[in-house]
Protein backbone atom coordinates (compact mmCIF):
# COMPACT_ATOMS: atom_id res chain seq x y z
CA UNK A 1 0.00 0.00 0.00
CA UNK A 2 1.24 3.21 -0.51
CA UNK A 3 -0.70 5.05 2.51
CA UNK A 4 1.88 5.41 5.84
CA UNK A 5 0.22 5.35 9.03
CA UNK A 6 1.46 8.16 10.77
CA UNK A 7 -0.28 9.71 13.96
CA UNK A 8 -3.05 12.14 14.28
CA UNK A 9 -3.39 14.48 17.45
CA UNK A 10 -7.16 13.77 17.48
CA UNK A 11 -6.78 10.17 17.58
CA UNK A 12 -5.06 10.14 21.09
CA UNK A 13 -7.00 9.43 24.35
CA UNK A 14 -5.12 12.06 25.95
CA UNK A 15 -5.58 14.85 23.65
CA UNK A 16 -7.86 17.95 25.35
CA UNK A 17 -11.47 17.41 24.02
CA UNK A 18 -11.68 21.51 23.73
CA UNK A 19 -9.15 20.92 21.08
CA UNK A 20 -10.46 18.08 19.08
CA UNK A 21 -13.78 19.74 18.81
CA UNK A 22 -12.14 22.97 17.53
CA UNK A 23 -10.56 20.74 14.79
CA UNK A 24 -13.65 19.03 14.08
CA UNK A 25 -15.41 22.16 13.81
CA UNK A 26 -13.16 23.41 11.25
CA UNK A 27 -13.68 19.98 9.43
CA UNK A 28 -17.10 20.73 9.62
CA UNK A 29 -15.97 24.02 7.39
CA UNK A 30 -14.13 21.91 4.43
CA UNK A 31 -16.93 20.05 3.78
CA UNK A 32 -19.31 22.78 3.11
CA UNK A 33 -16.81 24.40 1.10
CA UNK A 34 -16.28 21.23 -1.05
CA UNK A 35 -19.99 20.27 -1.07
CA UNK A 36 -19.30 17.07 0.48
CA UNK A 37 -23.08 16.65 1.69
CA UNK A 38 -24.28 16.62 -1.93
CA UNK A 39 -21.88 13.76 -2.61
CA UNK A 40 -23.35 12.04 0.38
CA UNK A 41 -26.86 12.42 -0.51
CA UNK A 42 -25.83 10.55 -4.21
CA UNK A 43 -23.92 8.02 -1.97
CA UNK A 44 -26.54 7.52 1.01
CA UNK A 45 -29.28 6.94 -1.68
CA UNK A 46 -27.83 4.44 -3.16
CA UNK A 47 -27.11 2.68 -0.01
CA UNK A 48 -30.14 2.83 1.58
CA UNK A 49 -32.20 1.30 -0.82
CA UNK A 50 -30.30 -1.63 0.72
CA UNK A 51 -30.73 -1.32 4.06
CA UNK A 52 -33.54 -3.06 5.85
CA UNK A 53 -33.81 0.03 7.79
CA UNK A 54 -34.51 3.68 6.84
CA UNK A 55 -31.57 4.78 9.17
CA UNK A 56 -27.97 6.11 8.71
CA UNK A 57 -25.13 5.28 11.87
CA UNK A 58 -22.43 7.50 11.16
CA UNK A 59 -19.32 6.36 13.37
CA UNK A 60 -16.88 8.45 14.43
CA UNK A 61 -18.98 11.63 13.49
CA UNK A 62 -16.71 14.49 15.76
CA UNK A 63 -19.04 17.76 15.40
CA UNK A 64 -21.19 16.01 12.57
CA UNK A 65 -18.72 16.64 9.00
CA UNK A 66 -21.40 17.25 6.59
CA UNK A 67 -23.89 14.43 8.21
CA UNK A 68 -26.34 17.01 9.46
CA UNK A 69 -26.88 18.59 5.98
CA UNK A 70 -26.92 15.45 4.22
CA UNK A 71 -29.25 13.91 6.29
CA UNK A 72 -31.62 17.29 6.26
CA UNK A 73 -31.21 16.69 1.96
CA UNK A 74 -31.99 13.20 2.38
CA UNK A 75 -35.26 13.79 4.46
CA UNK A 76 -37.11 15.85 1.56
CA UNK A 77 -36.72 12.85 -1.06
CA UNK A 78 -40.30 11.41 -1.31
CA UNK A 79 -41.02 8.35 0.90
CA UNK A 80 -37.85 9.16 3.40
CA UNK A 81 -39.27 11.28 5.60
CA UNK A 82 -39.06 8.88 8.15
CA UNK A 83 -35.08 8.06 7.69
CA UNK A 84 -33.10 8.64 11.14
CA UNK A 85 -29.65 9.32 11.72
CA UNK A 86 -27.55 8.40 14.49
CA UNK A 87 -24.15 9.93 14.81
CA UNK A 88 -21.44 8.16 17.14
CA UNK A 89 -17.70 8.72 18.03
CA UNK A 90 -15.09 6.90 20.47
CA UNK A 91 -15.01 10.25 21.78
CA UNK A 92 -18.43 11.76 21.53
CA UNK A 93 -18.87 15.47 21.13
CA UNK A 94 -21.33 15.64 24.27
CA UNK A 95 -21.99 19.95 23.23
CA UNK A 96 -23.35 19.12 20.15
CA UNK A 97 -25.10 16.00 21.52
CA UNK A 98 -26.91 18.24 24.12
CA UNK A 99 -27.98 20.42 21.40
CA UNK A 100 -29.18 17.59 19.13
CA UNK A 101 -30.65 15.31 21.36
CA UNK A 102 -34.48 15.66 22.00
CA UNK A 103 -34.17 18.68 19.46
CA UNK A 104 -33.89 17.76 16.21
CA UNK A 105 -36.72 15.07 14.47
CA UNK A 106 -34.89 11.74 13.49
CA UNK A 107 -31.54 12.72 14.77
CA UNK A 108 -29.81 11.31 17.89
CA UNK A 109 -25.88 11.75 19.05
CA UNK A 110 -24.86 8.68 21.37
CA UNK A 111 -23.33 9.75 24.12
CA UNK A 112 -21.70 6.63 25.11
CA UNK A 113 -18.20 5.75 23.16
CA UNK A 114 -18.95 4.07 20.25
CA UNK A 115 -15.67 2.53 18.83
CA UNK A 116 -16.12 1.99 14.86
CA UNK A 117 -14.63 -1.61 15.19
CA UNK A 118 -16.90 -3.29 17.63
CA UNK A 119 -20.61 -1.67 16.63
CA UNK A 120 -23.50 -2.55 18.67
CA UNK A 121 -25.79 -4.96 17.30
CA UNK A 122 -29.16 -2.39 17.93
CA UNK A 123 -27.14 0.07 15.45
CA UNK A 124 -28.97 -0.93 12.39
CA UNK A 125 -28.98 0.59 8.90
CA UNK A 126 -26.36 1.88 6.80
CA UNK A 127 -22.90 2.62 8.52
CA UNK A 128 -21.10 5.47 7.30
CA UNK A 129 -17.63 6.71 7.81
CA UNK A 130 -16.89 10.02 6.59
CA UNK A 131 -13.25 10.66 6.49
CA UNK A 132 -12.45 8.36 8.79
CA UNK A 133 -11.37 5.22 7.41
CA UNK A 134 -7.99 5.89 6.95
CA UNK A 135 -7.56 6.86 10.93
CA UNK A 136 -7.44 2.80 11.03
CA UNK A 137 -4.59 0.42 10.05
CA UNK A 138 -5.25 -1.97 7.46
CA UNK A 139 -6.26 -4.95 9.13
CA UNK A 140 -8.40 -2.61 11.51
CA UNK A 141 -10.45 -1.37 8.31
CA UNK A 142 -10.32 -4.46 6.89
CA UNK A 143 -12.26 -5.60 10.37
CA UNK A 144 -14.51 -2.85 9.60
CA UNK A 145 -15.79 -3.71 5.87
CA UNK A 146 -15.68 -7.04 7.02
CA UNK A 147 -17.85 -6.72 9.77
CA UNK A 148 -20.50 -4.50 7.85
CA UNK A 149 -20.69 -7.43 5.47
CA UNK A 150 -21.03 -10.67 8.13
CA UNK A 151 -23.93 -8.04 9.98
CA UNK A 152 -25.25 -7.94 5.88
CA UNK A 153 -25.47 -3.73 6.82
CA UNK A 154 -24.38 -1.66 4.07
CA UNK A 155 -21.98 0.76 4.63
CA UNK A 156 -20.69 4.01 2.91
CA UNK A 157 -17.13 5.70 2.93
CA UNK A 158 -16.05 8.73 1.81
CA UNK A 159 -12.94 10.42 1.81
CA UNK A 160 -11.87 14.16 0.35
CA UNK A 161 -8.20 13.09 -1.01
CA UNK A 162 -7.27 10.65 -2.82
CA UNK A 163 -3.41 10.16 -2.23
CA UNK A 164 -2.07 10.64 -5.95
CA UNK A 165 0.35 12.95 -4.88
CA UNK A 166 4.34 11.56 -4.93
CA UNK A 167 5.48 10.81 -0.85
CA UNK A 168 7.80 13.51 -1.04
CA UNK A 169 5.11 16.59 -1.60
CA UNK A 170 2.71 15.30 1.16
CA UNK A 171 4.10 17.86 3.90
CA UNK A 172 4.08 20.74 1.25
CA UNK A 173 0.74 20.77 2.93
CA UNK A 174 1.59 21.95 6.17
CA UNK A 175 1.96 25.77 6.24
CA UNK A 176 -1.04 26.56 3.59
CA UNK A 177 -3.22 24.31 6.03
CA UNK A 178 -2.11 26.20 8.62
CA UNK A 179 -2.66 29.65 6.43
CA UNK A 180 -6.49 27.91 5.78
CA UNK A 181 -7.03 27.72 9.58
CA UNK A 182 -6.92 31.37 9.90
CA UNK A 183 -9.28 31.75 7.40
CA UNK A 184 -12.10 29.62 7.67
CA UNK A 185 -12.15 29.76 11.74
CA UNK A 186 -14.67 32.86 11.33
CA UNK A 187 -17.11 30.35 9.58
CA UNK A 188 -17.12 27.48 12.53
CA UNK A 189 -20.20 27.00 14.24
CA UNK A 190 -20.49 27.41 17.16
CA UNK A 191 -17.90 30.17 17.23
CA UNK A 192 -16.63 30.73 20.57
CA UNK A 193 -14.22 32.18 22.62
CA UNK A 194 -12.53 29.29 23.28
CA UNK A 195 -11.62 28.55 19.56
CA UNK A 196 -10.72 31.98 18.63
CA UNK A 197 -7.95 32.10 21.42
CA UNK A 198 -6.54 28.29 20.81
CA UNK A 199 -6.50 29.65 16.87
CA UNK A 200 -5.51 33.37 16.87
CA UNK A 201 -3.62 34.22 20.48
CA UNK A 202 -2.25 30.79 20.76
CA UNK A 203 -1.84 28.94 17.81
CA UNK A 204 -2.45 25.65 18.76
CA UNK A 205 -5.62 24.68 16.88
CA UNK A 206 -3.96 25.69 13.61
CA UNK A 207 -0.94 23.69 13.80
CA UNK A 208 -2.52 20.44 15.02
CA UNK A 209 -5.17 21.05 12.05
CA UNK A 210 -1.65 21.94 9.96
CA UNK A 211 -0.46 18.34 10.76
CA UNK A 212 -3.32 16.03 10.79
CA UNK A 213 -4.81 17.20 7.44
CA UNK A 214 -1.20 16.52 5.85
CA UNK A 215 -0.83 13.30 7.75
CA UNK A 216 -4.60 12.05 6.58
CA UNK A 217 -3.40 12.36 3.50
CA UNK A 218 -0.27 10.16 3.57
CA UNK A 219 -3.11 7.86 5.69
CA UNK A 220 -5.84 7.84 2.77
CA UNK A 221 -6.39 4.20 1.33
CA UNK A 222 -5.93 5.40 -2.19
CA UNK A 223 -8.57 2.76 -4.73
CA UNK A 224 -5.98 0.36 -5.43
CA UNK A 225 -5.56 0.01 -1.63
CA UNK A 226 -9.25 -0.19 -1.18
CA UNK A 227 -8.74 -3.20 -3.25
CA UNK A 228 -6.09 -4.71 -1.51
CA UNK A 229 -8.45 -4.50 1.65
CA UNK A 230 -11.41 -6.26 0.19
CA UNK A 231 -9.21 -9.20 -0.82
CA UNK A 232 -11.25 -12.35 0.23
CA UNK A 233 -13.99 -10.28 1.50
CA UNK A 234 -16.10 -10.93 -1.74
CA UNK A 235 -19.61 -13.17 -1.61
CA UNK A 236 -22.21 -13.87 -3.20
CA UNK A 237 -24.93 -11.62 -1.29
CA UNK A 238 -23.07 -8.50 -0.89
CA UNK A 239 -21.57 -5.85 -3.67
CA UNK A 240 -18.22 -4.00 -2.91
CA UNK A 241 -18.36 -0.56 -5.61
CA UNK A 242 -15.41 1.51 -5.12
CA UNK A 243 -14.75 4.98 -7.42
CA UNK A 244 -14.12 8.51 -7.45
CA UNK A 245 -16.12 11.33 -7.26
CA UNK A 246 -15.72 14.93 -9.79
CA UNK A 247 -15.64 17.84 -7.66
CA UNK A 248 -13.50 20.51 -6.12
CA UNK A 249 -11.46 17.67 -4.62
CA UNK A 250 -9.85 14.19 -5.66
CA UNK A 251 -12.96 12.32 -3.82
CA UNK A 252 -13.19 8.26 -3.17
CA UNK A 253 -15.58 6.45 -1.78
CA UNK A 254 -16.23 2.70 -1.14
CA UNK A 255 -19.98 1.63 -0.62
CA UNK A 256 -20.71 -1.94 0.56
CA UNK A 257 -24.16 -3.39 -0.56
CA UNK A 258 -26.10 -6.57 0.51
CA UNK A 259 -27.99 -7.82 -1.47
CA UNK A 260 -32.09 -9.18 -1.16
CA UNK A 261 -31.50 -12.41 1.41
Known sequence: MKRIHLFEFEDFAWF??????GLTRLIVVMHKL????????????????HSERAAIVDLCSGSGGPMLEAFQALKQEPGRQHLQLTLTD????????????????GIRY??????????????????????????M??????????????????ICVYEISDNSF??????????????MVLFITPFARPLTL????????????????????????????TLADMAILLEGLQATDYTWKTGRIAGKAKKLYLLGLPKAH
Not at 16 to 21: G, K, Q, V
Not at 166 to 179: G, M, V
Request: aromatic share 8%.
Open 166 to 179: PISLWWLALLPNFL
Open 137 to 154: RPEVARGILQDARDQHQP
Open 16 to 21: PNTLRI
Open 194 to 221: RQLFFTYIVPVIPLCFAWDGAVSNARTY
Open 110 to 135: ETRSIDATRVDAELRGVRTMICSLHH
Open 90 to 105: LYPNLELAARINGQKA
Open 34 to 49: LGSSADLQQLLGRALA
